[in-house]
């Protein structure tokens, strides 16, 4: 077995034990910054530019295999090692995987080269030095933590501050995903979304900000069961509640046909029907609430708990839909149509109000 693969090994064993001595969190939130501290600076090392994890000491997540997931651990555990607060880790992984698909690639446009794709050219390294997963995720760490304001941000907008990608938007719909192997590999689950995810005293919060357009039951839709939260492609929606996932499922229709339109591409007002790619939370007391129109195939599972704030997808335009959004329903009791309330009002008396 060669050095680097010791090495490598070492690191995701010193990461296990500092997360069950409680040792990492004083690593990432010493200083009582809390949850949402920032490190001040990180400094590439000639240490951090001789690891690499372990070839196949990680299995796969999701539709990760085995070297893409390795190559996030990787990324996971500088960030832990420099002291990065977790939100960090995820969109560092999430830049990853727009930018390579975690492939630690030779080479790519232009003259970009690694995980990150970070080009020589533009003074992030060499091109040995950017190939070095270590070296590379230290580089984007490093100016991450140098944009102001950065865990306050939608992933796409600190990942863009760092890597400016001529498809800005692209960042956003990876962040589930991101979320859940970060979360798989260190066990931590709070502090991977955005510090703008505030839960109220009843234990609510908005799926996402954004201005409510159609509402709920108007006189021109009477059948819509619920509102229209007007956000961009690709913005992160969050469980409102803590509760259990109880649907995932895709429902776009051909009115022409009768046949699947299938949710991973736009719907039509006029030409589809259904929810696109959704998801429906049961929560304690017999509420439910859906998420629609999502861009892609959800980030949870049919019997998975959630709690308030978790990413469960992204938004986008499946099903019957006219342009990007967030379709919000509240039911109480089922899921049902006979069952739905207002969500303003709901979300109201909650403490998480919409259109805030």
Known sequence: MTTRVLSGIAIAVVGVLLLCSGLAATLIFGGGAGVCGTATSVTPTASSATRSPAPGGIGPIGDWNTEQVGNAATITAVGMRLGVPPRGWVIAVATAMQESSLINAPGGDRDSVGLFQQRPSQGWGTPEQLRDPQYAATKFYQRLLAVDGWQAMPLT??????????????????????????????????????????????????????????????????GHDGVDLIVGKGTPI???????????????????????????????????????????????????????????????????????????????????????????????????????????????????????
């Open 157 to 222: 907008e600190a990942a863009q501050a760092v890597q400016r990608s001529a498809y800005p938007d692209a960042y956003a719909r990876w962040e589930p995903d991101a979320s859940r192997i970060v979360a798989a590999l260190t066990g931590v689950t709070t502090g991977l979304a955005a510090c703008g995810v505030t839960v109220s005293a009843q234990g609510w919060t908005q799926p996402v900000h954004g201005d409510v357009g159609s509402g709920f039951r108007t006189p021109g839709r009477p």
């Open 238 to 356: 969050h469980a409102a509640s803590a509760g259990t996932v109880t649907v995932v499922r895709c429902n776009a229709v051909d009115v022409r046909t009768g046949r699947d339109w299938g949710c991973d591409r736009d719907g039509d007002p006029a030409l589809t029907r259904g929810c696109g790619w959704y998801v429906d939370i049961t929560h304690p007391g017999g509420v439910i609430t859906r998420y629609c129109h999502m861009l892609t195939h959800p980030a949870v599972a049919e019997g998975q708990q959630v709690a308030a704030g978790d990413v469960i997808g992204v938004s986008g335009s499946s099903g019957h839909s006219s342009g990007p959004h967030l379709h919000f329903e509240v039911h109480l009791g089922d899921h049902t149509s006979g069952t739905a309330v207002d969500p303003v009002a709901f979300m109201a008396s909650v403490g998480a109000p919409l259109n805030q």
